[in-house]
Nanobody
Framework: QIHLKEFGGGVVQPGGSLRLSCAAS????????VAWYRQGPGSDREFIAR???????EYVDSVKGRFTLSRDNAGNVVYLQMNDLQPDDTSTYYC??????????????WGQGTRVIVSS
């Protein structure tokens, strides 16, 4: 059975760092596109970063230079290193895995989310 689970959220002061983990079971992160989204209070869920199955990465401008993806293929984990966190980074962060099956379409899997609070 396919599952995703996020770890690593918490409370941090502005300028601090956290590393989030997305642990996958039943499906290989190395063979699929894995993305991070976040959703703040009263806001829509937004895309922030992705590593695709070929290893290419993309980041939205608001996190570029501060957040960095990495992928542990052997451990089947995708990490999101978050540096220089600011109060507007406060959100629940979600891991998303998208798998494409030729001729059938796209199937998306989501984790339960991990909460990040940036506050002095």
């Amino acid at each position: 059975q396919i599952h995703l689970k996020e770890f690593g959220g918490g409370v941090v002061q502005p300028g601090g760092s956290l590393r989030l983990s997305c642990a996958a079971s039943g499906i290989r992160v190395s063979l699929n596109d894995v993305a991070w989204y976040r959703q703040g209070p009263g806001s829509d869920r937004e895309f922030i970063a992705r590593v695709n199955k070929g290893g290419s990465e993309e980041y939205v401008d608001s996190v570029k230079g501060r957040f960095t993806l990495s992928r542990d293929n052997a451990g089947n984990v995708v990490y999101l290193q978050m540096n220089d966190l600011q109060p507007d980074d406060t959100s629940t962060y979600y891991c998303n895995l998208m798998t494409e099956i030729s001729g059938l379409g796209v199937r998306a899997y989501w984790g339960q989310g991990t909460r990040v609070i940036v506050s002095s």
